[in-house]
Structure formats: C-alpha cells, structure tokens
C-alpha cells in the first residue's frame, strides 16, 4: 500500500507564491517519476510539472520560469515552489508518483488526493 500525502495549498493574491510538498510513504522499492497535475471544474487533468529520478524535469508551457519542481529523494519527497501566481493558476493540484515495489516489477501510478490553491486577483 502507498499513501501520499500532500500540503502547502491556499489563498494567496496575483503575484504572490506558495510552496506544495507531496511526502510518499509505504512499500516502495524506486519512485520513478514524482510530479504535480492541476484540475479545475469541468476540465480534463493537466501536467503542470515533472521530475524523475535522476532530475529530469518537464514543465507544462503555461509554468515555465514561474514553477520549480525538486524532490528529496530521501525524504520521499516532492516539492513545487509556485512563484509569480495568477488567477489563472487556480485549480485543485494533485501530485503523481511512479513507483515500483520490487526490482523488476512494473512501475505502478498512484495519486495524491488534491490540495486546493486559489489565487485572487
């Protein structure tokens, strides 16, 4: 079993920055990929920000120069440093790890269960 747990969500106003972390515990040999999705009403889930193992990040357009992704591989954990917020950045932000239990099983996706971040404007 996988448990994630996410933090750091909020009100904030334009122009202001929150800090998300996203600390994954239980049976885990590799993760993988740890990575942040947002979803707003109505609308299909979105990579905002990605990063592997090694330190290979991908970034949604919308979040480049403004987001930094990074994670503490000890710690089992990812953080993302949203700098720069706007109105637009509102949504409900979910993280994402790839993880396998053993050495040469498949890696498996599990999901956080969502923390709110609105910015007003």
């Known amino acids: 079993q996988v448990q994630l747990v996410e933090s750091g969500g909020g009100l904030v106003q334009d122009g202001e920055s929150l800090k998300l972390a996203c600390t994954v515990s239980?049976?885990?040999?590799?993760?993988?990929?740890m990575g942040w999705f947002r979803q707003t009403p109505g609308n299909q889930r979105e990579l905002v920000a990605t990063m592997t193992k090694s330190g290979a990040t991908d970034y949604a357009d919308s979040v480049k120069g403004r987001f930094t992704i990074s994670r503490d591989n000890a710690k089992k954990t990812a953080y993302l440093q949203m700098n720069s917020l706007k109105p637009e950045d509102t949504a409900v932000y979910y993280c994402?790890?790839?993880?396998?239990?053993?050495?040469?099983?498949?890696?498996?996706?599990?999901w956080g269960q969502g923390t709110q971040v609105t910015v007003s404007s």
């Open positions: 994402k790890v790839d993880i396998k239990h053993q050495a040469y099983s498949p890696k498996l996706p599990y």
């Open positions: 239980g049976s885990i040999f590799s993760i993988i990929l």
